[in-house]
């Protein structure tokens, strides 16, 4: 067992790191909200979705966050009827990836709100270290 | 002063608001898994009340209780403001506002244990 407020440390620090590592999944959605196969016909890119997990360290006792499972959205591909395109199918379809924006940019300001309460917490136990450093200092 | 003990009692008060702050981190680290219930500590009134009973480590091998306080993990349904439909528990307006509280409650506490210091020194010199 640590000291609760390093605990308090490192838990809030694995919130900054799983958000953050879904920030960096949803701008690879967006990225490629358009994207196409590469050969007619081919499937575009999948959105992926991102699972958390709780995980229990047995040094400290905190219960910190982390990134379980990167996964595939099986939603169906948008299909647009767009015959001169390179990746259409014999029939003149092509194949969009099924990444909807909307909710790729709801998903981003629920990350950028609990990366902003993580920060907020590692910044008032900091406060709380120091107020105990200035008790010592005379 | 040795009566009410202060300064034991303030050192105490502050490893429970310490584990109270441990028990938000965890909590906001946890505000998007699935399946996650809010934790909370026992409230300092009942933790004081409560005689510590702790077990003695007959062996070098046993697990010993550091004699602190501990998040409970069964934090009621009604105690938190929002369960969302993943089955978390987790509202950050709560969390923050509780780490409010503690901030507050913290300041106070060494701030107290500062003016006692203080006069602790101040009878020593004289």
């Known amino acids: ?138 | 002063m040795s009566e009410i003990y202060l300064l034991s009692l303030a050192a105490q008060q502050r490893d429970w608001l310490s584990t109270r702050q441990a028990a938000i981190a965890m909590n906001v680290a946890n505000a998007a898994t699935p399946g996650y219930r809010s934790a909370d500590v026992p409230s300092f009134d009942a933790v004081m009340k409560e005689a510590p009973i702790s077990l003695a480590a007959t062996d070098a091998n046993h697990i010993s209780s550091r004699g602190g306080f501990s998040p409970d993990k069964s934090t009621s349904k009604q105690a938190s403001w929002e369960i969302s439909h993943s089955g978390n528990s987790v509202s950050l307006e709560q969390e923050m506002l509780k780490a409010g509280q503690v901030s507050r409650a913290f300041s106070m506490n060494v701030n107290v244990t500062r003016a006692f210091h203080d006069m602790l020194l101040s009878g020593l010199r004289g």
């Open chain 1, 1 to 138: 067992m640590i000291d609760p407020l390093s605990a308090s440390l490192i838990a809030a620090s694995s919130g900054l790191e799983t958000q953050s590592q879904r920030m960096r999944i949803i701008s690879q959605n967006l990225a490629n909200a358009n994207s196409t196969g590469k050969t007619p016909g081919a499937d575009p890119y999948a959105r992926k979705t991102v699972t958390f997990a709780e995980v229990v360290d047995i040094e400290s006792g905190a219960r910190h966050a982390k990134v379980s499972q990167i996964g595939v959205d099986n939603a169906p591909f948008r299909v647009e009827f767009r015959p001169d395109h390179p990746a259409a199918d014999q029939k003149g379809y092509v194949k969009f990836s099924n990444v909807n924006p909307i909710i790729e940019i709801a998903d981003m300001q629920d990350t950028a709100r609990i990366y902003e309460a993580d920060l907020q917490v590692i910044k008032q136990t900091k406060q709380m270290f120091s107020m105990l450093a200035e008790l010592i200092r005379k």
